[in-house]
């Protein structure tokens, strides 16, 4: 599992074919201490997958417009395209088999979020 500003963020980020499965939290969430864990083994499940850990109060510019009502709130990323933006419920069942899904091809989700979204994170993956 890796932050915003993780350099292999970055790598992920310049491949047309990476994938980064973003997970949005709060450092007070209860739910979200209990999911953390549950990400990154899923992570380890999924290595050709960048998988990311991104706090909403340290990261509020990853949002946009978009506002965080229920956790986890997922983004699914394929090169230049938002496959999914979305709440999931805690059951890391739910993100496994959405994984599975977007593996296949198929059209990118309209969302409020930035539209330089992937620039933001790239940048960001790129300071140390």
């Known amino acids: 599992m890796y932050f915003p500003n993780s350099p292999t963020l970055a790598k992920a980020l310049a491949s047309p074919e990476g994938t980064v499965i973003l997970c949005f939290c709060a450092a007070w969430c209860d739910a979200c201490k209990a999911y953390q864990p549950k990400f990154e083994a899923l992570g380890q499940q999924y290595p050709e997958a960048c998988f990311v850990w991104a706090d ?17 709130t997922i983004a699914i990323v394929q090169g230049e ?7 999931l419920l805690p059951h890391i069942e739910h993100l ?25 994170l790239k940048t960001l993956s790129q300071k140390t």
């Open 56 to 72: 909403i109060e340290d990261y509020p510019e990853l949002l946009g417009g978009e506002d965080v009502e229920n956790f986890p």
């Open 81 to 87: 395209n938002v496959r999914f933006l979305g709440n």
């Open 96 to 120: 496994n088999r959405l994984i599975q899904t977007m593996q296949q091809p198929g059209q990118p989700q309209t969302t409020d979020l930035p539209e330089d979204l992937i620039a933001q």
